[in-house]
Protein backbone atom coordinates (compact mmCIF):
# COMPACT_ATOMS: atom_id res chain seq x y z
CA UNK A 1 0.00 0.00 0.00
CA UNK A 2 0.29 3.45 0.02
CA UNK A 3 2.65 5.49 2.60
CA UNK A 4 0.06 6.89 5.57
CA UNK A 5 0.60 9.84 7.74
CA UNK A 6 -0.39 9.75 11.49
CA UNK A 7 -3.82 11.06 10.49
CA UNK A 8 -4.78 8.27 8.13
CA UNK A 9 -3.63 10.54 4.85
CA UNK A 10 -1.83 9.37 2.10
CA UNK A 11 1.20 10.53 2.14
CA UNK A 12 2.86 13.08 -0.33
CA UNK A 13 1.75 14.74 -3.16
CA UNK A 14 -1.97 15.12 -3.94
CA UNK A 15 -5.03 16.87 -5.73
CA UNK A 16 -7.90 18.95 -3.15
CA UNK A 17 -10.34 16.19 -4.33
CA UNK A 18 -8.64 13.53 -3.29
CA UNK A 19 -7.45 15.30 0.02
CA UNK A 20 -10.92 15.62 0.42
CA UNK A 21 -12.62 12.32 -0.37
CA UNK A 22 -10.10 10.43 1.47
CA UNK A 23 -10.87 12.81 4.45
CA UNK A 24 -14.18 12.20 4.09
CA UNK A 25 -13.53 8.54 3.90
CA UNK A 26 -11.34 8.73 6.88
CA UNK A 27 -14.34 10.63 9.76
CA UNK A 28 -16.90 7.94 8.44
CA UNK A 29 -14.85 4.97 9.25
CA UNK A 30 -13.67 6.61 12.57
CA UNK A 31 -17.47 7.81 13.47
CA UNK A 32 -18.30 3.96 12.53
CA UNK A 33 -15.56 2.61 14.90
CA UNK A 34 -16.92 4.43 17.25
CA UNK A 35 -20.17 3.82 17.30
CA UNK A 36 -19.52 0.07 17.27
CA UNK A 37 -17.83 0.46 20.47
CA UNK A 38 -20.76 2.52 21.83
CA UNK A 39 -23.05 0.10 20.63
CA UNK A 40 -20.77 -3.03 22.44
CA UNK A 41 -20.35 -1.51 25.31
CA UNK A 42 -22.97 1.50 25.51
CA UNK A 43 -21.84 5.00 27.27
CA UNK A 44 -19.11 4.43 30.17
CA UNK A 45 -19.83 6.14 33.22
CA UNK A 46 -18.24 9.76 33.87
CA UNK A 47 -15.72 9.07 36.55
CA UNK A 48 -15.12 11.99 38.54
CA UNK A 49 -11.42 12.53 39.80
CA UNK A 50 -9.81 15.04 42.78
CA UNK A 51 -6.49 16.71 42.99
CA UNK A 52 -4.94 13.42 43.93
CA UNK A 53 -6.24 11.61 41.03
CA UNK A 54 -8.54 9.62 43.58
CA UNK A 55 -12.17 8.89 42.38
CA UNK A 56 -15.02 11.15 44.14
CA UNK A 57 -17.63 9.43 45.32
CA UNK A 58 -20.78 9.69 43.01
CA UNK A 59 -22.86 10.16 46.53
CA UNK A 60 -21.64 13.66 47.10
CA UNK A 61 -22.33 15.08 43.29
CA UNK A 62 -26.09 13.94 43.31
CA UNK A 63 -27.66 16.35 45.84
CA UNK A 64 -30.95 16.32 46.34
CA UNK A 65 -32.77 18.99 44.70
CA UNK A 66 -33.24 21.11 48.81
CA UNK A 67 -29.44 20.84 49.21
CA UNK A 68 -28.60 22.22 45.89
CA UNK A 69 -31.41 25.18 46.50
CA UNK A 70 -29.50 25.82 49.64
CA UNK A 71 -26.23 25.53 47.69
CA UNK A 72 -27.09 28.10 45.24
CA UNK A 73 -28.47 30.60 47.99
CA UNK A 74 -25.97 32.91 49.31
CA UNK A 75 -25.67 33.29 53.18
CA UNK A 76 -27.56 36.84 53.11
CA UNK A 77 -30.50 35.14 51.03
CA UNK A 78 -30.93 32.41 53.90
CA UNK A 79 -30.72 34.87 57.06
CA UNK A 80 -33.70 37.16 54.69
CA UNK A 81 -35.36 34.14 53.90
CA UNK A 82 -35.64 33.13 57.40
CA UNK A 83 -36.49 36.35 58.71
CA UNK A 84 -39.53 36.40 56.47
CA UNK A 85 -40.61 32.99 58.12
CA UNK A 86 -40.24 34.08 61.57
CA UNK A 87 -42.06 37.57 60.59
CA UNK A 88 -44.46 35.28 58.91
CA UNK A 89 -45.09 33.04 61.99
CA UNK A 90 -45.22 36.30 64.02
CA UNK A 91 -47.98 37.77 61.89
CA UNK A 92 -50.25 34.47 62.12
CA UNK A 93 -49.54 34.58 65.97
CA UNK A 94 -50.81 37.88 66.01
CA UNK A 95 -54.15 39.87 65.88
CA UNK A 96 -55.86 40.15 62.56
CA UNK A 97 -56.58 43.94 62.96
CA UNK A 98 -53.57 45.91 63.30
CA UNK A 99 -53.65 49.37 64.39
CA UNK A 100 -51.09 52.14 63.42
CA UNK A 101 -50.05 52.58 67.12
CA UNK A 102 -47.95 48.96 66.52
CA UNK A 103 -45.39 49.22 67.33
CA UNK A 104 -43.58 46.05 65.33
CA UNK A 105 -45.36 48.03 62.38
CA UNK A 106 -43.95 51.11 63.02
CA UNK A 107 -40.25 49.53 63.59
CA UNK A 108 -40.39 48.27 60.40
CA UNK A 109 -41.65 51.21 58.41
CA UNK A 110 -38.70 53.26 60.24
CA UNK A 111 -36.09 50.55 58.84
CA UNK A 112 -36.86 50.64 55.34
CA UNK A 113 -34.25 52.94 53.24
CA UNK A 114 -36.46 54.76 50.21
CA UNK A 115 -34.27 55.26 47.16
CA UNK A 116 -33.24 59.60 47.06
CA UNK A 117 -33.23 59.53 50.96
CA UNK A 118 -30.27 61.56 51.61
CA UNK A 119 -29.34 60.04 55.28
CA UNK A 120 -29.54 57.16 53.35
CA UNK A 121 -25.50 56.69 53.58
CA UNK A 122 -25.50 58.00 57.45
CA UNK A 123 -28.46 55.55 58.61
CA UNK A 124 -26.82 52.69 56.81
CA UNK A 125 -23.28 53.17 58.50
CA UNK A 126 -24.71 53.73 61.69
CA UNK A 127 -26.57 50.33 61.29
CA UNK A 128 -23.66 48.80 60.92
CA UNK A 129 -21.84 50.31 63.68
CA UNK A 130 -24.35 49.56 66.53
CA UNK A 131 -26.54 46.55 64.87
CA UNK A 132 -29.92 46.90 63.65
CA UNK A 133 -31.62 49.68 65.18
CA UNK A 134 -30.58 53.28 63.69
CA UNK A 135 -29.11 55.34 66.88
CA UNK A 136 -29.80 58.71 67.33
CA UNK A 137 -27.30 61.14 66.60
CA UNK A 138 -25.19 62.06 69.73
CA UNK A 139 -24.58 66.01 70.06
CA UNK A 140 -21.83 66.89 72.28
Do not use: C, W
Not at 23 to 35: L, P
Not at 114 to 122: C, H, I, V
Not at 130 to 139: A, H, I, S
Amino acid sequence: GDARMGSGHKAGLQSGQDFLKEDKNIQRRRHEESQAMVDRYGMGETIQRNKGGAEESRQRRFLDKEEQKKLNLGSVQLRQREQAMEQFARVQQSTFARGKDDAEIEDLRRGVIREGDPMANAISSRKSRQGDKPQRPVYK
